[in-house]
Every structure is written in structure tokens, then in C-alpha cells.
């Protein structure tokens, strides 16, 4: 096994529980350091809410099987068993209330029941398949598990061995890119960055190769661009040269600033906008939208197309922040090199790859964890 993350150790575990030997390598000095940082230290470990369609993937069908034979439900009876209390947030997200090393104890926990011996802080050496066993740092086996994730977080010891590891045995590999990152603006749209600090609800939306994606979230406005919840979802759709579109108040009825005018003829537009959204934003929203008189003396016209453009409005981000801020890796092994039962290579037999390692992408909010327990299960199962 290559990797102590959530998949490798996962994976590690199962296998090691089912009587099979496992030895996993890892360069970092300490196993599970994503695990740690996640969820604001407290390990958003799952979602209530886990389905195929909320994964990126150039096949989307392919997490299908491993996510139906290990659930949401399963990994929540593990941590219940183990005595983690836990509680839902948002949207389904599960989180522990206390730390996330509970979880990484647990996982590590279970290896030591199953046997599995770490061996960290070395660097992985050259991988050799010869004699029908992989060799890698003097260790030889017939079966050997891809699960080093992406490059995203590099600060952590993330890196791109998995693709390295992929095309030396002739896998293909789907291009890597951030996701779940922050956007940066540039041109008119750097305006917004006096907004620095500020959040709203809001519904982002892109269109992208995958379709079309909206989500309902907050956003946050950076020194650098934009982020919040809401911005790093639609990220991982959002490809270069393409828009974002902001709606800042998505749960107002159509026509709401006309009825605002007939109720409130005396306001201004700031003042409208403030009652629903954060006042520098609205301010910095009335400015642009150029809108000075009171709602009474403003024509019909004139508000439907503000109200319009507030529910449309786009912003052209010039880039992310890249792997260094990206929560997860978009892209990765070709998952039309894997089988979707075993996540065994099917060009490499005895050679498979778990995780974010793999082209498949999960929303943020537990997705991605519930993909390494799934996938690492998957794999256990067949080694």
C-alpha cells in the first residue's frame, strides 16, 4: 500500500481484518495529516446526502458500485461503534464533535487489529513489477494499492506520484486541476476585493463540460477574489475563460423590487439591498448598478433590469489559487483503466488505485471521504 491517507489506511485495515498481510509505505513522518485539518480539525468524515451525480468524473457511472456496497451509513456505524460522538451540520455533512484524530485513531486502530505494518517517513523509492511481484523500498508483493492522492495541499507532503506511478505502467491519465479552491478575479471584477472579509448567501452558478451547476451556499469575498462554500463547488466545474454567475438573492419572489417600490417608494436601493444582504455589499451593489434616486422615481424598466443583473450577475475569474489552497484534486488515474468492482488496473493485474488518486471528484462536505472509505473497501475486498 502506497499512501497513509483516509484510502490507503482504509484500505489497509479491511484487508489487514481479513487476514491478508499488508505493509503500507508513506513519505510523510505522519499518517493521516489531511484527515487531521479537515473539517476545521473536527473531520467532516461523510454525508448523509452521497449519491453517484454528486461526483466528477469522465465517467460518471463508474463510483456507482463502490459507493452502493459501502455507505454513508456503514462508515457512521464504524464511528459510532467506536464511540466518536458526532453531528450533522448543513446539507447532510456529518463532522465529530470533538477531533479529528478520533477518526485517524480509530483508522489506525484498526490496522494495528488487523496487523498492518506503517512504515513512514521514507521516500518511496522505484517501483519495479517483475517475477509477478511489485518491489517497492525492499518490500516485494503481488498486489500493490495506488492510494497517494493528488497535489493538492502540497505543504502537507501531497504530491503527483500516483500519475507518475499510472503512466510507468502504461495508465492514462486524466489532466489534474484544483478543485474546491478559491477563484481569483482580475480586470473590472478586482473592484470587489474592497469587499475583502465579506460574506452573503448567494446561488453560484456555472456551465461546464459536465452540465450545468448551481449551488446555494455562501460565498465569501477574498483580497484575492472570491470563495465561501458556494464558490469552491462550483469551482470544480469551472474551467478557464468561462464565467461564475452570482445570484445574490436567490429566495426573493420575481418582480421583489418592483413591490418594493409600491410598498416602500421613499427607500433607496442601498437601503433595499441592505435589508437582505450585508451593507458594504449592498452599498458596493447600488454603486455599480448606478441607481441613486429613491425606488419611487426610478422607472419600472430601470429596477427589472437591476433585479435582472442581481440575479445574473458575472464575475470572469482570471484563475484559482491552485493546488496550494485546492482541497481535493480534480482528474487523475483514467477510470477507464480500472475495474469499478476492485479498482484493479486492467492492463496491471495486481495493481490498483483508491481514493483521490482516481478521476473521481466529490462536492465538498464529506463526498470526498465517503469516496476513500468506498473505494479503499472496494479494493480491500479484492486482496
Known sequence: MLGAGAAGLFCAAQAGQRGRRVLVLDHNAEPGRKILISGGGRCNFTNLHVAPD??????????????????????????????????????????CDGSARQVLDMLLGFCEQGRVELRLGEPTGAVEHRDGCFHVNGAAAPRLVIATGGPSIPKLGASGLAYDLARQFGLKVVEPRPALVPLTLGGEDVLFRELSGVAAPVEAR??????????????????????????????????????????????????????????????????????????????????????????????????????????????????????????????????????SQTMEAKKVPGLHAIGEAVDVTGWLGGYNFQWAWASGHAAAQAL
Open 54 to 95: 454528486r461526483y466528477l468524473s469522465a465517467n460518471p457511472h463508474f463510483a456507482k458500485s463502490a459507493l452502493a456496497r459501502y455507505t454513508p451509513r456503514d462508515f457512521l456505524g464504524l464511528i459510532e461503534a467506536h464511540g466518536i460522538a458526532w453531528h450533522e451540520k448543513t446539507l447532510g455533512q456529518l463532522f
Open 206 to 339: 456555472v456551465t461546464s463540460p459536465w452540465g450545468k451547476a448551481a449551488f446555494r451556499e455562501a460565498a465569501l469575498f477574498t483580497h484575492r477574489g472570491l470563495s465561501g462554500p458556494a464558490i469552491l463547488q462550483v469551482s470544480s466545474y469551472w474551467k478557464r475563460g468561462d464565467p461564475v454567475e452570482i445570484d445574490y438573492l436567490p429566495d426573493l419572489p420575481g418582480g421583489w423590487l418592483l413591490t418594493a417600490k409600491r410598498s416602500q417608494p421613499r427607500k433607496r436601493l442601498r437601503a433595499v439591498l441592505a435589508e437582505h444582504l450585508p451593507d458594504r455589499l449592498a452599498q458596493a451593489l447600488a454603486e455599480r448598478l448606478e441607481l441613486e434616486a429613491e425606488l419611487g422615481n426610478l422607472p419600472d424598466k430601470a429596477l427589472t433590469a437591476a433585479e435582472q443583473r442581481l440575479a445574473r450577475w458575472c464575475f470572469m475569474p482570471n484563475g484559482s489559487e491552485g493546488f496550494a489552497k485546492a482541497e481535493v484534486t480534480a482528474g487523475g488515474i483514467s477510470t477507464a483503466e480500472l475495474s
